[in-house]
T-cell receptor, first 114, second 112 residues
Framework: KNQVEQSPQSLIILEGKNCTLQ??????????LRWYKQDTGRGPVSLTI?????NTKSNGRYTATLDADTKQSSLHITASQLSDSASYIC?????????????FGRGTQLTVWP | EADIYQTPRYLVIGTGKKITLECSQT?????MYWYQQDPGMELHLIHY???????EKGDLSSESTVSRIRTEHFPLTLESARPSHTSQYLC???????????FGDGTRLSIL
């Protein structure tokens, strides 16, 4: 069964600290993996995309990693800011159909305290 | 900033009413989607469209219906709302496979 599991479910950190969010998936055949940020009351916004051949990709203070062998991804946030408080959703796409089916994780709720 | 808009943002309405949730995008995307999202849960695909006059049901069974008469417009309708329909509904669009989905800010629906 194709699934996406994220951990931790929630996380509280102090402003300026770093944190790492985890995503494990069983989706096959794999096409790509995206991390989305969803602010409270808003729709998700794409942060990064990882394809099979990519190991690391950065977007400002966000760095995503992918290990396609172990089917794991992480999102590392450096020097956290209050505006980083949001839900971070891991989304995996398969390539088994023309739809490019998306599988969503439940998200990690990150809270950054001053 | 993605140009996809949903109205209303919030709706509280009684059981049995007919509801239409609006979704419009100005990016010219052919592919559009409706998702249902409950607190702490993953997004579930309830409808999608690959273009005008094309609509399909998603993975999650839904009593709602959709239409795609114009490329930019993808409304979702509930003929008779029930408390079980209480949820957040997110609309999204994309230009194609491998491209990110752009989401609206959602409609938070509460059926009393």
């Amino acid at each position: 069964k194709n699934q996406v599991e994220q951990s931790p479910q929630s996380l509280i950190i102090l402003e300026g600290k770093n944190c790492t969010l985890q995503c494990n998936y069983t989706v096959s055949p794999f096409s790509n993996l995206r991390w989305y940020k969803q602010d409270t009351g808003r729709g998700p916004v794409s942060l990064t995309i990882m394809t099979f051949s990519e190991n690391t990709k950065s977007n400002g203070r966000y760095t995503a990693t992918l290990d396609a062998d172990t089917k794991q991804s992480s999102l590392h946030i450096t020097a956290s800011q209050l505006s980083d408080s949001a839900s971070y959703i891991c989304v995996v796409s398969d390539r088994g159909s023309t739809l490019g089916r998306l599988y969503f994780g439940r998200g990690t709720q990150l809270t950054v305290w001053p | 900033e993605a140009d996809i808009y949903q109205t209303p943002r919030y709706l509280v309405i009684g059981t049995g009413k007919k509801i239409t949730l609006e979704c419009s995008q100005t990016m010219g995307h052919d592919k559009m989607y409706w998702y249902q999202q409950d607190p702490g849960m993953e997004l579930h695909l309830i409808h999608y469209s690959y273009g005008v006059n094309s609509t399909e049901k998603g993975d999650l069974s839904s009593e709602s219906t959709v239409s795609r008469i114009r490329t930019e417009h993808f409304p979702l309708t509930l003929e008779s709302a029930r408390p079980s329909h209480t949820s957040q509904y997110l609309c999204a669009s994309t230009s194609g496979a491998g491209q990110p989905q752009h989401f609206g800010d959602g409609t938070r629906l509460s059926i009393l």
